[in-house]
């Protein structure tokens, strides 16, 4: 799937989330205040006008679009529909070595890795050259690829860094005045966090995608490409972590979107203080259930 392709489905259920907190006969903004707010071209916004009015969730009259009904969930495009090829790659990886139980010292081949993912095997070396800076995997001179474990001492150190930044972003936050695009960008995932707990699914996949769009909201206001960079581990460990322990996944899945809805609320009333609280308890947790899910230490 093309690039295009995925971001007009990511921008039709980000635009679905947005709908999904307006009353029925309401009507949406411009086309110029969507592309603007959704940061896509109006050629995108007219495509998904259409088929939200297509797809009777709206009626689209020259330049009122008034919302007809809620969206519903089977309404929105599958998570694994939005993503990048890259991002398919790197889950598919992630998948290969929890579902194959690979222990630190497992043989990782690319010949493997190519028949199971279905992908050029230069893509797969180019993903696995730039996942090994991370230092979880390892080429052998002229040989396979090892793979070294996650260990606590990882954990641990993954956390101090993430930590680092997320306090930095989050203080800087927090010493702004809330702009009207990080206001509706918070409202936008707390409507995407209530839906996901009312529906009762408690999907691994989707909580990795709500975690990620909410600490990246957050991590967007230190604008550092380096820190963007780290994230790509941080979505890999973090967003996979549960699938090493499913001991209680569901109840800590739930805990964490709790957190994130504490965090939210605070920040949506001007509470600073208590908003700041509520990511020093959320980060904690995050802390101790990936040192939790640890199972390999070979420390």
Request: glycine letters at 4%; one cysteine or more; hydrophobic letters at 40%.
């Amino acid at each position: 799937m093309s690039r295009a392709k995925n971001l007009y489905k990511e921008c039709y259920n980000e635009l679905l989330s947005a709908i999904a907190e307006l009353d029925c006969g309401a009507n949406l903004p411009s086309e110029t205040q969507l592309s603007k707010d959704l940061r896509i071209s109006r050629t995108t916004i007219r495509s998904v006008l259409e088929q939200l009015h297509d797809a009777k969730i709206i009626n689209w009259d020259g330049r009122k679009k008034t919302i007809l009904r809620k969206p519903l969930k089977r309404d929105h495009f599958p998570i694994e529909e939005t993503r990048a090829s890259s991002e398919k790659v790197e889950i598919a990886f992630i998948e290969y070595v929890l579902n194959g139980d690979l222990k630190p010292g497992a043989i990782i081949r690319e010949s493997d890795l190519v028949r199971e993912i279905g992908v050029s095997a230069s893509v797969i070396r180019e993903y696995l050259i730039r996942f090994s800076r991370f230092g979880l995997i390892e080429k052998e001179p002229n040989r396979h690829w090892i793979l070294r474990g996650f260990t606590r001492a990882y954990a641990n150190e993954l956390s101090d860094v993430r930590e680092m930044f997320e306090f930095s972003a989050f203080r800087k936050l927090c010493a702004d005045v809330l702009s009207d695009e990080d206001r509706q960008l918070l409202l936008n995932v707390k409507a995407e966090h209530v839906r996901y707990i009312q529906s009762g699914e408690v999907s691994t996949t989707e909580f990795g995608q709500l975690d990620e769009r909410m600490h990246s909201l957050i991590t967007r206001k230190l604008g550092n490409r380096f820190v963007d960079d780290f994230y790509q581990i941080v979505a890999v460990i973090f967003h996979y972590h549960y699938r090493w322990n499913k001991s209680q996944e569901v109840e800590r899945n739930l805990a964490a979107l709790a957190e994130h809805l504490a965090i939210i609320d605070a920040l949506l009333e001007g509470d600073n203080t208590k908003a700041l609280r509520e990511f020093e308890i959320h980060l904690a947790s995050a802390r101790r259930t990936l040192n939790e899910s640890v199972i390999w230490d070979i420390e």
